[in-house]
């Protein structure tokens, strides 16, 4: 099935750098990769998705890379603020059986004013 | 319109105890899920519903865990002789079709076995 690793763990960054959170995949039949936001006490939110037919996609601040041939994708974040502050998973879709989404273990994000 | 509502929103049990949590998705979306969110940690899938189908239970822990949805709209999860590792927030999510669309999440049920 499929195995979605997450890195780093945590991540301290200080107000106006950028922050890189990368996750790998295993099947590469997976075609669909979201990336959601869990703020403190709060619920999953969606804030950028991408599908296996491009490298890239860009929203304000944020953006996500896909690189099919190695199996890995990642969010860019720029300019950082200290809303920003959460915890981002990764995820990856099966695009086989059931094709459910598989979460990463979790980046917790913080940003210092 | 509304979003994914879950209840109740906390749950004190003592184990061995069995416990219900409901998840009421948005209308329209076929498919389900239900996710385990220990404190700190990240999403243990449980169980997917989409339309029909059989759901998909290959992420609950153990036959204690059970997970229903009536009319292709309401669902309950069920845990049977709760046990203290059961703590942690059950979250259920909808979309509106299968896992290739944005799920939205309702607000999670917090569970404490004593």
């Known amino acids: 099935g499929e195995n979605v690793e997450q890195h780093p763990s945590t991540l301290s960054v200080q107000e106006g750098d950028s922050a890189v959170i990368k996750c790998t995949y295993s099947?590469?039949?997976?075609?669909?990769f979201p990336w959601y936001k869990q703020e403190l006490g709060k619920r999953p939110q969606l804030i950028i998705d991408?599908?296996?037919?491009?490298g890239e996609k860009k929203d304000q601040r944020i953006a996500v890379t896909l690189n099919k041939t190695a199996k890995h994708f990642s969010l860019h974040i720029t300019e950082t603020q200290p809303e920003d502050s959460a915890v981002y998973f990764c995820a990856a879709r099966l695009n086989t059986g059931f094709q459910k989404l598989v979460f990463g273990t979790g980046t917790r994000l913080l940003v210092s004013p | 319109g509304a979003g994914v509502s879950q209840s109740p929103s906390n749950k004190v049990t003592e184990k061995g105890k069995d416990v219900e949590l409901r998840c009421d998705p948005i209308s329209g979306h076929t498919a389900l899920y239900w996710y385990r969110q220990r404190l700190g940690q990240g999403l243990e899938f449980l169980i997917y519903f989409q339309g029909n189908s059989a759901p998909d239970k290959s992420g609950l822990p153990s036959d204690r865990f059970s997970a229903e949805r009536t009319g292709g709209s309401v669902s309950t999860l069920t845990i049977q002789r709760t046990q203290q590792e059961d703590s942690a927030v059950y979250l259920c999510?909808?979309?509106?079709?299968?896992?290739?669309?944005?799920?939205?999440f309702g607000p999670g049920t917090r569970l404490t076995v004593t």
């Open positions: 991408i599908r296996s037919n491009v």
């Open positions: 099947d590469s039949a997976s075609n669909y």
């Open positions: 999510a909808s979309s509106i079709r299968g896992g290739g669309n944005e799920q939205y």
